[in-house]
């Protein structure tokens, strides 16, 4: 008693809410309600409900609502009561409605203990925080906050108030408390409080500036030269205000404002840890709005500065949607603001052919400027050149989009072109370019090379001026030469593909083009070769990454259905050779058997000029099925488009994602549905349409005795052959899960009471046929069916989990009484040695029971445990029951387990429990040395001190594989010497005279 006392006072002073219970079972053992034995003050305090309403009382009289609790406390701390285990965690309480955090543990069987702390504030301040975190509005609500801090601090009165941004003066933005003691003190002051502005106040400020929390007893300790102390005072007595709190809202030790909290006479502040994150969080919150309101301001300023501007002003998202538009772009194309806001610049047809998405994009990923110049129609003049220039969008220092600024520059252009007619301003342009400029007379005698020419090809201006322009090509070519450049005067041909050779001998691949015109007042031929190594250089690389890609790549005309090219990848993933796919279509390879699905994806390439990450599947040469993650672009070369598509093969990861997904919802042992998936579809099932709707509990009865008898692998075999029987015989709508070791529950969907005993019977009897080791499986059923919608789907399952326990009670303990029989068989059948040993020790324990006059009742125990001594052998492999030599340790180990399986087998069995203590000690000794307990002279149970000496006797006596048989009287010496060490010397002696 005093150590309870002791425990109790220690609690109390931790500050620690208390109660011990005990828990109140039905006649089947299962918890129903429970008691409160006693509390402390704490515990009345923070659940607001007082001791004689409790000690005494079961929980369904003091707290009437706990079963419309969504949480079941009864069965929760009933667990707790009967296991002896502990737990922690953290629940709402709807009968209180309060966050609870509880740790609960059972001292003793039947009762536990409640340690429980009121978490509510903890909890209601992460929502309000999440809340004010989140919102995405451009104003706050000051008058929520002030009223979330005055239910948090538990204060009487709340003031907010907000500094200006330089801090000089500060204004009352929101109150909280009783409207009319506000009204009053506004009337009393001669002035309305809220909104009034209020002068930065040295005095105060010195007084806070050291915490972020700074508690005063009185009002007038606060207030500086603001408001008069006597009219302080008298505030203080007709409000009957007490403590006086500040709390500072800071963000990054800026002052933003702060709260002054007014506590009720003899109620001090206490829960100054969550006023302070509070407080921390609208910190947050106040500096995120004011961040925003900054921007939207730069925005706002900005599109007055760009809206009238004489250029076109576009910004974009990231992904190519516009977000604005000035008045003069939308003049350039005639068009409506809200028209333009739909258009998303990296799919318009006039942007994509000057390849301005992709300059887009670049500014974007590499967070830097471009410049660019084209011909951008528009519909007010359709040839007018612009300049553009793209930068990055930003928002806190992120790339957001991009903004595109688009100059007409068609003025400039045009002056450019009528310089260049000149022959002073040709000169500076072909100068100034990197391609390869020639002028020849008509009969191709080279009159002009620039500097780009000169340097490539190792030629001088006097060496060139002594040149027919064929000469630029070996003698083979020259006729071929010939023929494309006079093909090209005439306009039959485009261009000459012929490389050019440098003084040196070293060949430049080039694309020549060449036209008619003057020089100096003659008539001459112009010619420009564009240097292309670079382009082959390229295309060798997109070469051999295209050929050595792992994966699957192909090329196809611009129409996306004829092969021109695939890589090794592509052969080896679809059996085809490069003969067989090269000219054909998609259709005639048969390589898409989604045949829509690809033709929809070949037309979004088309028209978007991209695919990304579209999953189709492939066919392979040999009819295999694969699954494909296609991406795609269109590419152009030598003036025709192509599609180049991307494939990977993730077959083996959607397996993987598959069986991810069946493990998540199924059980791995049985292959039906789990636990999860049960209580899903207690959801989805829950509704009209499903009606009339049945539940079914199953449970296994003596799966632990058979995992113990004959092992687990036994024991999942029976589960298997249960779950097959009750897949067979249950419709494919209906829903089987496996719900615990040994528990099954059905959801019949449109079956009533009738139909659900009919499918039972069929599943009982069909299990009844079955067999594993020997044994006939049992299974207890119980159902229950919910006809009508605002019936509880959990409380119909409730019913049929009881119904299922009542019939389990007696099925289990029949299918356990016949499992003993058939373990007992089974044992000798594995060693048919121990069955004349058992039989032997059990007639011999009998006659030593007689011997000492012990009572009809214990001898017929000694018969019976006698018989079941070495029951646990069960477990033992056959080849260590029978073993010819001395055992190893490893199987000593092993078969000096088998009075404990024993006792685990037979404890489980109402009829032989009596005997399970009996089989776990007949190995113990008299001295305690031995096994498993170690237990010692009169601890050791009488019974199994007799079978110790039978035992011992009969093994002496008899043969076995790895010894011959003792005599009679070696056996007695051998039981003789060893009285009052192994054995019990008074059954010794009774033993030796009979």
Not at 683 to 706: A, Y
């Amino acid at each position: 008693m005093e150590s309870k006392k002791f425990y109790k006072e220690m609690l109390n002073e931790a500050g620690l809410a208390y109660a011990y219970h005990k828990i109140v079972l039905n006649e089947h053992g299962k918890p129903i309600d429970y008691v409160f034995l006693d509390i402390n003050s704490h515990f009345e305090r923070i659940t607001g409900l007082e001791s004689n309403r409790l000690i005494g009382h079961s929980v369904k009289e003091s707290l009437p609502m706990i079963d419309e609790d969504s949480f079941d406390w009864i069965d929760f701390y009933g667990k707790i009561a009967l296991n002896g285990n502990s737990k922690e965690f953290e629940q709402y309480s709807l009968p209180l409605n309060k966050y609870f955090h509880i740790k609960t543990f059972s001292p003793e069987k039947y009762f536990f203990i409640t340690i429980v702390a009121d978490i509510t504030k903890q909890v209601e301040i992460s929502r309000i925080s999440n809340s004010f975190l989140e919102h995405s509005g451009e104003t706050a609500d000051y008058q929520i906050i002030c009223d979330n801090m005055l239910m948090l601090s538990n204060a009487r009165y709340c003031i907010f108030n907000l500094f200006d941004a330089d801090g000089k003066e500060f204004t009352t933005v929101a109150l909280s408390g009783v409207d009319d003691y506000i009204k009053k003190t506004s009337e009393y002051l001669g002035f309305n409080v809220l909104g009034k502005k209020w002068n930065h106040d040295k005095n105060r400020m010195n007084k806070i500036k050291n915490k972020t929390i700074t508690v005063f007893d009185k009002l007038h300790q606060l207030t500086g030269n603001v408001i008069s102390e006597k009219i302080i005072l008298s505030l203080e007595s007709i409000f009957n205000i007490g403590q006086v709190a500040i709390v500072k809202i800071t963000k990054d030790e800026k002052m933003l404002g702060d709260f002054t909290l007014l506590m009720n006479k003899d109620e001090p502040l206490v829960m100054e840890v969550i006023i302070e994150i509070f407080a921390t969080q609208i910190g947050l919150f106040l500096e995120k709005l004011n961040t925003q309101n900054l921007l939207k301001k730069a925005e706002n300023k900005y599109q007055d500065l760009t809206e009238e501007a004489p250029i076109g002003v576009v910004t974009c998202d990231s992904l190519g949607n516009v977000t604005y538009a000035n008045s003069h772009i939308l003049k350039m194309h005639s068009v409506t603001k809200a028209k333009f806001l739909n258009i998303n610049l990296f799919n318009t047809s006039i942007l994509v052919e000057q390849g301005i998405p992709s300059h887009i994009m670049k500014v974007m990923q590499l967070d830097e400027v471009v410049t660019c110049e084209a011909i951008y129609p528009s519909k007010i003049n359709p040839k007018k050149w612009f300049r553009i220039h793209i930068n990055p969008l930003k928002e806190l220092e992120q790339t957001v989009g991009a903004r595109i600024i688009i100059d007409d520059i068609t003025d400039f252009q045009l002056t450019q072109l009528k310089l260049l007619a000149s022959k002073q301003n040709f000169n500076a342009f072909f100068e100034a370019i990197d391609d390869m400029i020639f002028v020849t007379d008509l009969q191709g005698n080279i009159l002009y090379t620039n500097n780009s020419a000169q340097h490539k090809l190792n030629y001088s201006d006097s060496e060139f001026y002594s040149m027919n322009i064929l000469e630029l090509h070996p003698e083979s070519l020259r006729i071929e030469a010939l023929t494309i450049f006079e093909a090209m005067l005439k306009k039959q041909e485009d261009l000459c593909p012929l490389p050019l050779y440098s003084k040196s001998g070293a060949t430049i691949p080039v694309e020549t083009r060449v036209w008619l015109g003057e020089w100096n007042e003659k008539p001459c031929v112009f010619g420009i070769s564009k240097d292309i190594s670079k382009e082959q250089e390229a295309l060798q690389k997109f070469n051999r990454l295209f050929e050595n890609n792992p994966a699957c790549m192909a090329v196809t005309s611009s129409n996306g259905s004829v092969f021109t090219e695939v890589n090794q990848s592509f052969i080896n993933l679809t059996g085809f050779s490069k003969n067989e796919i090269i000219g054909k279509t998609v259709e005639e390879l048969r390589l898409f058997p989604e045949y829509e699905k690809q033709k929809n994806i070949a037309e979004e390439l088309k028209r978007n000029g991209h695919i990304n990450n579209v999953e189709l599947k492939i066919k392979t040469k040999d009819n295999q099925l694969l699954d494909g993650l296609f991406s795609g672009e269109i590419i152009e070369s030598q003036g025709l488009k192509y599609g180049l598509t991307v494939m990977l093969d993730i077959t083996d990861l959607k397996k993987s994602q598959e069986k991810i997904e069946f493990l998540s919802y199924h059980d791995q042992l049985t292959g039906v549905y789990n636990r999860r998936y049960f209580e899903l579809s207690l959801i989805q099932f829950d509704n009209e349409q499903h009606l009339p709707l049945s539940v079914v509990m199953l449970d296994v009865n003596g799966l632990k005795l058979v995992n113990d008898a004959f092992g687990h692998l036994v024991g999942d075999e029976l589960l298997k052959k249960i779950t097959s029987v009750i897949t067979r015989l249950c419709r494919e709508k209906d829903i089987i899960s496996r719900v615990g070791g040994d528990e099954f529950v059905l959801l019949l969907p449109n079956t009533d009471e009738a139909q659900t005993a009919t499918l039972v019977e069929s599943i009982k009897n069909s299990i009844n046929e079955q067999k594993i080791k020997s044994i006939s499986p049992s299974v207890s059923f119980g159902w229950e069916t919910k006809h009508t919608p605002n019936q509880s789907l959990i409380a119909v399952f409730r019913r049929a989990e009881e119904y299922m326990y009542k019939h389990k009670i007696f099925e289990s303990n029949s299918m356990r009484y016949q499992s003993i029989k058939m373990i007992m068989k089974t044992l000798y059948e594995k060693s048919p040695r121990e069955e004349n040993h058992s039989k032997r020790v059990s007639q011999l324990s009998y006659q030593i029971g007689l011997a000492m006059n012990l009572s009809a009742e214990k001898t017929n125990e000694l018969l019976i445990a006698g018989l079941m001594h070495d029951i646990g052998k069960i477990v033992i492999d056959s080849n260590t029951l029978n073993k010819a030599s001395s055992l190893s340790e490893e199987e000593w180990a092993e078969m000096k387990r088998h009075p404990e399986i024993g006792y685990q087998i037979l404890r489980s069995v109402d009829e032989y429990a009596s005997f399970a203590f009996i089989v776990l000690a007949h190995h113990e000794r008299w001295d305690g040395k031995g096994y498993p307990l170690g237990l010692k002279g009169n601890e050791i149970a009488l019974e199994s001190r007799i079978i110790a000496i039978a035992d011992t006797y009969d093994a002496m006596t008899h043969d076995r594989p790895y010894r011959k048989a003792l005599t009679t009287g070696e056996a007695l010496d051998e039981i003789r010497r060893n009285s009052g060490t192994q054995f019990d010397p008074q059954i010794v002696e009774v033993f030796l005279s009979i």
